[in-house]
């Protein structure tokens, strides 16, 4: 079995770090320096950091926040947000970030997953796919853009296949339904997309407790898993969360 693992995520607005329920809500959960810190000292693998207003505010990536970041991790840091171009891309990439993840702008402009791609190697590139349930769309999920705040009229799961074509190297399902609700994530839509592609899939959205992680890999066939509000309010340490997933016969780097 793969060894699977664990991404804290930092989502970033107005230069703190944030979490909500439904993509909305939102309240401090700290400072984004201090709270990569000790997930880089607690054990985790990789971090996740998003700038979830960029879009919605039609700017580019602050790159400051990310270069603060760097400085005190050591383990690899994917930056999402407002990431648009080619050039937004390799900024990171210069600054030390091991990935982007792109979303609205992907859904925009396609062709921008191959030239990411194309030019650093589709294993730098993640494609982050907002979902919502939709009953009018043949796999019953929508694709959402704008931090949510907009439908994209697009199927999520025929979307992931385009991605894995066009050069995407992960794929980061998030259900709009289930996120920061603390109830799990929403294991028929990461299935869904994980059977559709050969790609690692990073389950996001909605873990509250240490076995909502466990369904994740065995249900959802996540590789990676993507958590906030129970690391961000301490409710469980990575430490915990490693050992309970062990305990359960998954491979985790302790």
Known sequence: MNTVKIMPCLDMKEGRVVKGVHFADLRDAGDPVENARYYNNEGADELAMLDIAASVEGRKNRLEWARNVLAVISIPLTVGGGISTVTDAEQLFNMGVSKVSINTAAVTRPELVKEISAKFGRNRVIVAIDGRRNPRTPSGFEVVTHGGTKGAGIDAVEWAKNCEALGAGDLLPTSMDSDGTLAGYDIEYTRRISDAVSLPI?????????????????????????VAS????????????????????????L
Do not use: M, P
Request: charged share 35%.
């Open 230 to 253: 129970i690391f961000h309010f301490r409710k469980y340490s990575i430490r915990e969360a490693k050992e309970y997933l062990r305990k359960k016969g998954i491979s985790v780097d």
């Open 202 to 226: 990073i389950a996001s959205g909605g873990a509250g407790k240490l076995e909502h992680l466990y369904e994740a890999v065995v249900k959802g066939k996540a590789k990676t898993l993507l």
